[in-house]
């Protein structure tokens, strides 16, 4: 398990955003289309796969595509991304 990283809300590990957050973060998605992070810089990653959607955490390596951290998939799948939010304060 891990926690949403939004709300803190425990999910299963393969999402860091709970399906609540989620719905309200779909409109701070960002193509990658439209624009790419900075290199290096940790962000949350969204892509489909034959099992649904997957968000997790990644880095944008510039031409070399992503990683991901806590999974293994190909570095040219993510088809959208957004910036990691602050850390709570309390
Ligand atoms: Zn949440």
């Known amino acids: 398990m891990a926690s949403c990283k939004f709300c803190g ?52 390596m510039g031409e070399d595509g992503w990683s991901y951290v806590g999974w293994e998939a190909p570095r040219f799948i993510v088809t959208h991304w957004m910036p990691l939010p602050s850390p709570p304060e309390d």
Do not use: F, H
């Open 9 to 60: 809300k425990q999910e299963p590990v393969m999402y860091c955003v709970c399906a609540g957050c989620m719905d309200k973060l779909r409109p701070q998605w960002i193509s990658v289309k439209e624009r790419t992070p900075k290199p290096a810089t940790k962000v949350i990653v969204y892509w489909e796969n034959s099992g649904g959607p997957v968000i997790c955490e990644g880095y944008y």
